[in-house]
């Protein structure tokens, strides 16, 4: 199968085009910074969260005008509300847009979820019900985000801690059918895949057996707190507070033979460490890409192309 990532529109020659394909990045924290600048071939690309630099200017652009000089950047958003039923915020879209043509992203991504209601902003992302109705409001979101940007995007499979009975599509069949009717790509967080099946007591191994991995363009690790609900069953928390978790590195493994190297980054937004432990959990990632990279079929199984 051929696997396809967002095309990139030409750049504007503000910064070097870096490939990061089959490469393993993490999450960009100001306090690295250095770290990062005095050996930037240590990592593969890092992402940096959308509303963090949603001003104009100041300290933040100017630390992410450093690390874009060095490296590649993907650009994740996590405030759009793609899965909500208001119209989305133009303000909110239109500096969204203008990050992607001032720093020309590697890859742009959001969630499948939904964050807001009126005028109320919510520090969570939401669950949906996998209805007719939510798949024509998340299309048509998608459709209005990648209009916006000038290029496709990747839409992010949840973690969630509740199911609705409303729902008539499974979750995999859901997003296979968004990537077909809005033509956007999927972002495949691993991490999310393992919380949400213990949660719910399915198998994460069935789910990703079924997932459309051919429409995958990056993926996520994290680490989550395990913790119990209040009849004592386990209860993941998606908390990117700590390493990634024996299994989450086991599914993942599975991913990659099945499909060979894609681009990876790891998560860490709570209680970050210094940047050597950072950036061994992506090493590892890294690790795992180039044993399957030099696999005799690697390349049969899985292609990726930029344009």
Known sequence: MVNELPKKPATHGRFPAFNPIGRAGASFKPQHLEAIAAEPDSIGFLEVHAENYMGAGGPPHAALTKIREMLPVSLHGV???????????????????????RYEPCLVSEHLAWSTHDDVFYNDLLPLPYTNETLAHVCAHIDQVQEAIGRSMLLENPSTYVLFKESTWKETDF???VVRRAGCG???????????????????????????LEHVGEIHLAGHDEQEDDEGAPLLIDSHDRP???????????????????TTLVEWDADIPDWPVLRSEAMAAETILKRQSIAPD???RHAIHLS
């Open 79 to 101: 405030c759009m509300s793609i899965g909500g039923l208001d119209p989305l915020d133009k303000e909110h879209l239109a500096r969204f847009a203008g990050l992607v043509e």
């Open 244 to 262: 990634v978790a024996d299994p989450v590195w086991t599914l993942y493994e599975m991913v990659i033979a099945r499909q060979g190297p894609i």
């Open 186 to 212: 999927l972002l495949l967080d691993v991490n999310n895949v393992f919380v949400s099946a213990t949660n719910h007591g399915y198998s994460a191994t069935e789910y990703l057996a079924d997932f459309p």
């Open 298 to 300: 690697a390349g049969k």
């Open 175 to 177: 997003l296979r059918e």
